[in-house]
């Protein structure tokens, strides 16, 4: 009785539904440290958890309801709802279900919690260690795009790509910083436009702007923070999260491993990164839109800059999504 208090009580969540996506990386992390065995569950439990992710059910879980310091406990009570046969999930094709009339179709029959259990299933980080391993995986993506379109950037704004230079970022051995550089030189090597641009007689400009001249150092900061984050992310991923946890030699110990600093920093220093470096690329776009900077294109790069408005509201809309 004990157990199905907990859950319920803690079932709490509000707010709008977080991503399916999310969900299921949340019980797959909980079924990895419920497999360790330091949890005390058993392992018919377990099963039902298991056949739960396998057949695409999905729980109900809401934007608010945990906090850090204690762990994912209102998202996982969520979980365990449904397995109790309780509360609501979707379907796999996304259709929302009674979790006892989805289970019973699932052919997945409904866990009466067990001393111990409850608690088994709620505590731990999962849920933001989820959405730190996919935010790193997107990320890695992204800063990749970045350096791309970065170069892209320096030719379609007639910039140097001197700067990129293997032997000056040498002298600055940041190892994210030389990745990106070593990126914007592979795209601007057969450059037809940066080659037109070489006589220092025609190209009087001493140096381009930060958002051009600095994009390596500001995505190769990104590219490190990232490599921290995924240390971090490793680290936790073999963790085994619970409190009380049974130890390696059969003892049944309280514990504060369900704090979620570690986590929670690098996800607040992955937010940083990400933002300055969105803002320098929303920063390239707004040159490439001013006529008195964009080195003699249209202004707003609109067709008939008296009748078009061009990407004017683009760059509005990318500058809001920054500053948020």
């Given at each position: 009785?004990l157990?199905?208090?907990?859950?319920?009580?803690?079932?709490?969540?509000?707010?709008?539904?977080?991503?399916?996506?999310?969900?299921?990386?949340l019980m797959?992390?909980?079924?990895?440290?419920?497999?360790?065995?330091?949890?005390?569950i058993?392992e018919?439990?377990?099963?039902?958890?298991?056949?739960?992710?396998?057949?695409?059910?999905?729980?109900?879980?809401?934007?608010?309801?945990?906090?850090?310091?204690?762990?994912?406990l209102?998202?996982l009570s969520?979980?365990?709802?449904?397995?109790?046969g309780?509360?609501w999930?979707?379907?796999?094709?996304?259709?929302?279900?009674?979790?006892?009339?989805?289970?019973a179709?699932?052919?997945?029959?409904p866990?009466?919690l067990?001393?111990?259990?409850?608690?088994?299933?709620?505590?731990?980080?999962d849920?933001?260690?989820?959405m730190?391993?996919?935010?790193?995986t997107?990320?890695r993506a992204?800063?990749?795009?970045?350096?791309?379109?970065?170069a892209?950037s320096?030719?379609g704004?007639?910039?140097t790509?001197?700067?990129?230079?293997?032997?000056l970022?040498?002298?600055?051995?940041?190892?994210g910083?030389?990745?990106?550089?070593?990126?914007?030189?592979?795209v601007?090597?057969?450059?037809g436009?940066?080659?037109?641009?070489?006589d220092?007689?025609?190209?009087t400009?001493?140096?381009?702007?930060y958002?051009?001249r600095?994009?390596p150092?500001?995505?190769g900061?990104?590219r490190?923070?990232l490599?921290?984050?995924?240390?971090v992310a490793?680290?936790?991923?073999?963790?085994?999260v619970d409190?009380?946890v049974?130890?390696?030699d059969?003892?049944v110990?309280?514990?504060g491993?369900?704090?979620g600093?570690?986590?929670?920093?690098?996800l607040?220093?992955?937010?940083?990164?990400?933002?300055d470096?969105?803002?320098m690329s929303?920063?390239?776009?707004?040159?490439?839109?001013d006529k008195?900077r964009?080195?003699?294109?249209?202004?707003f790069l609109?067709?008939?800059?008296?009748v078009?408005?061009?990407?004017?509201?683009a760059?509005?809309?990318?500058?809001a999504?920054?500053?948020?």
């Amino acid at each position: 009785q004990l157990q199905r208090s907990l859950i319920r009580s803690h079932a709490a969540g509000s707010g709008a539904e977080v991503e399916r996506e999310v969900v299921r990386a949340l019980m797959l992390l909980r079924i990895q440290t419920l497999a360790t065995g330091r949890t005390g569950i058993r392992e018919e439990t377990l099963r039902a958890y298991v056949a739960m992710l396998n057949a695409g059910i999905t729980p109900v879980v809401r934007e608010y309801g945990s906090l850090g310091c204690s762990g994912d406990l209102a998202p996982l009570s969520h979980c365990a709802l449904a397995l109790m046969g309780e509360g609501w999930l979707r379907d796999a094709s996304g259709e929302l279900l009674a979790a006892g009339d989805a289970l019973a179709t699932a052919g997945i029959t409904p866990v009466e919690l067990r001393e111990k259990e409850g608690l088994a299933l709620i505590n731990g980080t999962d849920g933001m260690l989820g959405m730190l391993c996919m935010a790193i995986t997107d990320l890695r993506a992204l800063v990749t795009i970045a350096d791309l379109a970065a170069a892209m950037s320096v030719e379609g704004l007639l910039g140097t790509d001197d700067v990129f230079a293997a032997d000056l970022h040498a002298l600055r051995p940041q190892p994210g910083q030389a990745l990106s550089a070593a990126n914007m030189r592979k795209v601007l090597a057969v450059s037809g436009i940066r080659d037109s641009h070489r006589d220092p007689e025609a190209c009087t400009r001493v140096q381009d702007a930060y958002s051009l001249r600095c994009a390596p150092q500001v995505a190769g900061a990104v590219r490190d923070t990232l490599d921290h984050a995924a240390r971090v992310a490793g680290w936790e991923l073999a963790s085994a999260v619970d409190n009380p946890v049974v130890t390696l030699d059969d003892r049944v110990e309280s514990n504060g491993n369900f704090h979620g600093a570690p986590v929670a920093y690098v996800l607040d220093f992955l937010a940083i990164a990400a933002a300055d470096l969105a803002s320098m690329s929303e920063r390239r776009t707004d040159r490439f839109l001013d006529k008195a900077r964009n080195h003699g294109l249209n202004a707003f790069l609109a067709d008939d800059p008296g009748v078009d408005s061009g990407h004017m509201i683009a760059q509005y809309t990318q500058a809001a999504i920054v500053s948020e």
